[in-house]
Every structure is written in C-alpha cells, then in structure tokens.
Nanobody, 119 residues
Framework: QVQLVESGGGLVQAGGSLKLSCAAS????????MDWYRQVPGKQRELVAA???????NYADSVKGRFTISRDNAKNTVYLQMNSLKPEDTAVYYC?????????????WGQGTQVTVSS
C-alpha cells in the first residue's frame, strides 16, 4: 500500500502564491508519474500538471506560465508552485502517483487540499 499526504492549501488573494506538497510513503519501489489534478463541485476532475520519472512535465493551458510542478525523488515528494493565482484556480487539488510494482502499475490519490483564491 502507498499513502499520500498533501499539504499547502489555503486561502490567498488573487495574484498571490501557494505551494502544494504531496509526500508518498509505503511500499514504493518505482514511481512513474506524479501529477496534480483539481476539481470544483459539479465538474470533472482535470489534470493541472504532470511529471514523469524521466523529468518531463506537462501543464494545462490554463496554468502554463503560472504553475510549476517539481519532484524530489529522494523524498518521494511532488510539489506544485502556484503563482499569479486567479479566482478561477479555486478548487480542491489532488495529487496522483503511479507506482510500478512487479511490472504492474498502481494509481493512488491524495486526500485533496482546498485552494481558495479571493478576488
């Protein structure tokens, strides 16, 4: 089993910054993807930023140039630095980690952290 613990959410004014963290622990042999998603009530969860074990990153168009995903592989932790926040960034943010065990990939979700951006 793998456990994910998220932190860093909160309330911030438009134009401000927040940094989210997601630490993975447990039976981890090889982490592939470490991604961030977000969800607002009544809408589907959407991919915000993605990172691969090889170091590639990808971002939703709505956050390009404002958000940066990074990871510390030694600590099994992924971060999301969010700058120039906008009210439309308000959502519950979830980390997702794909772990490979014995040739099989398993996907795990964090508990979610609320980000609220006031105008």
């Amino acid at each position: 089993q793998v456990q994910l613990v998220e932190s860093g959410g909160g309330l911030v004014q438009a134009g401000g910054s927040l940094k989210l963290s997601c630490a993975a622990s447990g039976r981890i042999f090889s982490i592939n993807a470490m991604d961030w998603y977000r969800q607002v009530p009544g809408k589907q969860r959407e991919l915000v930023a993605a990172s691969t074990a090889g170091g590639s990153t990808n971002y939703a168009d709505s956050v390009k140039g404002r958000f940066t995903i990074s990871r510390d592989n030694a600590k099994n932790t992924v971060y999301l630095q969010m700058n120039s926040l906008k009210p439309e960034d308000t959502a519950v943010y979830y980390c997702n980690v794909v772990v490979r065990v014995g040739g099989v990939s398993y996907s795990y979700w964090g508990q979610g952290t609320q980000v609220t951006v006031s105008s």
